[in-house]
């Protein structure tokens, strides 16, 4: 292991001295992509460091215990080594999750989309309540929500609603909730107190930025028209809404949410770069879909990860058979300990195919 470590170094050490040099200073996009080489390797430098220290400990420890006459430094340096052996051990239990290679798509911010799936009013319903936990969760982590398209349910709600975020790690902690969330409760229209099974689908995609997807302003159709609200009716009556259709692949984005149609042009810019970009990190996605059941949802959208059970109060995540009661504090937004344990479950997968 320490040898790994001491390539890692070595290597960080000539990625730091190569950020320095005129070649890559010029070169904006190589130079983007060896600075977050350099910052993603810094945790494993800064375990590196600490794990040859114990080793150097648990050396001198072991010199004073075989040669040191005198029986208090004698006890003293046994009691440090075995202090340290301990340590060493645990270090190297968290070396071998640092080492185990990243998502390359995990830092990058996320668009998410939520859009009604079967249900009719309760699912749209249901998407409003999701768009709700997420912007809550969101705001916990401090990270930036900016609306980009709406369609709001006629009950309430939202038929599709799609918003980016933005933030440190966005993607790699929101990737885990890309499928299908169920909801099974007693709508507000049900005279009878049955409870219906209503679904809506999360897509999370990792955004995309100019150096990912290289588009050609000829293959863009630009429309614009004006901003409308539920029913139909118009929120302002200037040309402000766009409407981007990418002829090659014929992928279509709509923007309304600014009033300027500068500002809503380039925030579909984002989300049409990021959808083109998607088809081909859809290939990665079903690869990794196939190992991992964490990443089942990424891989196949229309997978069933989730289950909010309301007369019990109950969530279930069906990847990792996890089941929590305390429904009413996850849709009020606090759902990290959902995603830490997905993020528990994907590592030990992980780790089991680093070892094979």
């Not at 998410?112 to 799936?117: C, D, K, L, S, T």
Request: charged share 30%; with cysteine.
């Amino acid at each position: 292991m320490l040898e790994k470590l001491e390539a890692i170094y070595s290597h960080w050490i000539e990625v730091g001295e190569l950020l320095t040099t005129p070649d890559i200073m010029s070169d904006m996009k190589r130079y983007i992509k060896l600075n977050k080489e350099y910052k993603d390797l810094e945790p494993i430098i800064a375990a590196y460091k600490e794990y040859k220290a114990i080793i150097n400990e648990i050396a001198s420890a072991r010199e004073i215990m075989s040669t040191e006459k005198d029986e208090e430094l004698r006890d003293f340096a046994k009691a440090e080594f075995e202090s340290n052996t301990l340590r060493k051990g645990e270090m190297e239990e968290k070396i071998k999750f640092l080492l185990i290679p990243p998502d390359p798509e995990d830092s990058k911010n996320a668009i998410v989309e939520i859009r009604a799936g079967t249900g009719g009013d309760e699912a749209s319903i249901f998407a409003g309540d999701l768009y709700r936990m997420y912007t809550r969760f969101c705001e916990s982590k401090r990270w930036k929500v900016e609306l980009v398209d709406m369609q709001e349910g006629t009950a309430g709600g939202f038929k599709e609603v799609i918003f980016n975020v933005k933030g440190e790690k966005v993607y790699g902690e929101l990737k885990y909730e890309s499928g299908v969330h169920r909801v099974q409760r007693v709508p507000l229209t049900e005279t009878q107190g049955r409870v219906h099974t209503s679904a809506a689908t999360v897509a999370v995609l990792p955004e995309a930025d100019e150096f990912d997807v290289d588009i050609k302003p000829s293959d863009i159709r630009k429309d614009t028209y004006c901003s409308s609200g539920p029913g139909g009716q118009s929120v302002n009556t200037t040309y402000s809404a766009v409407r981007l259709t990418h002829i090659p692949t014929g992928i279509v984005v709509t923007c309304q949410d600014q009033k300027s149609q500068l500002k809503n042009y380039d925030k579909a810019l984002v989300v049409l770069r990021t959808r083109i970009y998607e088809m081909e990190h859809q290939k990665y996605l079903d690869e990794i879909a196939s190992k991992r059941k964490t990443m089942v949802s990424t891989g196949d959208r229309s997978a069933k990860i989730r289950t909010y059970n309301y007369p019990q109060s109950r969530v279930t995540d069906h990847r990792i058979g996890l089941t929590l009661y305390n429904l009413p504090n996850i849709v009020d937004g606090d759902i990290q300990l959902l995603i830490d344990q997905l993020q528990i479950a994907e590592n030990a997968e992980r780790l089991k195919e680093s070892a094979v």
